[in-house]
């Protein structure tokens, strides 16, 4: 199709909300535009068509025969364009909603609370997607991601969902006995973390102990690390976010807490992309990242 041949679809728009009223303001109210706006696109066309296509008649607008066949096949061109992106639409709100999530954060803060979103919106499917790459949210698919970082990644929408705390811990009886008032209590124990965790070596650090110096274990996945602590392994340090149940159940101890304000888990969107559906997992998992605050 050439479209260079066709008028502009803003001079269509106007001429056929002008032929269906047969009226021009009424047709600059539906199109939010002035009259004039409105006669200027129906002259312009007219003038490039060579034929009439309405005629003034009393307060209102006579459509001509030319006028008539054109409105015709406008509208229906354009009722079959709105079917389409109708058909779309319904497609993104049946289909499964798209989640990217680590497998830190599906494991141990979704996992343990998804089933009350499953029992309000049993109607709503969700496909969760547990991975430590990057992703590319248009390319790949995906509605919604649940990354770690400082919420700053350009061309898309993050909001904080919990805070960047940070706990070290370890299990009960792997310091049963000993004070702990700082890290460099903790020196002589062994540690385990995930070896891609560098951001978490470098906090470790910043308080005072020297990973080079103390006996330590890389793992590749949180599970393993997290399987590690909780059989008595070794000290490690981890969101606050992901290990408070297995605090709160007494698999662990916190032994040393650290703020990184500007860290957390954040929830990522496309800016207009985000789906009925979608809006609707966002809004629950605020409201659990609210309740996990005060808690």
Do not use: C
């Not at 409105?71 to 364009?81: D, P, R, V």
């Not at 990522?268 to 809004?283: C, D, E, Q, S």
């Amino acid at each position: 199709m050439d479209w260079r041949s066709l008028p502009s679809l803003a001079t269509l728009r106007a001429f056929e909300a002008a032929a269906r009223h047969q009226n021009l303001s009424q047709a600059a109210r539906e199109l939010n535009v002035t009259h004039a706006a409105i006669s200027q696109h129906v002259r312009k066309l007219e003038e490039e068509l060579g034929e009439p296509l309405l005629l003034r008649q009393g307060r209102g607008m006579a459509v001509t025969d030319a006028g008539r066949l054109l409105a015709e096949s406008l509208g229906n061109g354009f009722a079959t364009i709105a079917d389409g992106v109708g058909q779309i639409r319904r497609r993104g709100q049946d289909r499964a909603v798209q989640i990217s999530v680590t497998p830190a954060f599906a494991s141990h803060w979704l996992m343990p609370r998804i089933g009350s979103f499953w029992s309000e919106h049993p109607e709503i499917r969700i496909s969760i997607n547990p991975s430590a790459d990057l992703v590319d949210l248009r390319n790949d698919g995906v509605d919604l991601a649940v990354r770690y970082g400082d919420g700053n990644w350009p061309g898309l929408d993050a909001e904080l969902l919990t805070d960047g705390e940070f706990v070290v811990v370890s299990h009960p009886d792997l310091v049963r006995g000993r004070q702990v008032n700082s890290l460099s209590d903790l020196v002589d124990l062994p540690w385990v973390m995930e070896d891609h965790m560098m951001e978490r070596r470098r906090i470790v650090e910043e308080e005072g102990i020297d990973l080079d110096t103390v006996k330590l274990t890389t793992m590749q996945t949180s599970d393993l690390v997290s399987s590690a602590v909780a059989a008595g392994l070794g000290v490690s340090v981890q969101p606050r976010s992901l290990i408070e149940a297995q605090i709160e159940a007494g698999t662990v101890v916190s032994l040393h807490r650290i703020a990184q304000a500007e860290l957390g888990y954040y929830i990522v969107t496309r800016p207009g992309a985000v789906t009925p559906n979608t809006a609707i997992f966002r809004k629950w998992l605020r409201r659990k990242g609210a309740e996990a605050l005060t808690t």
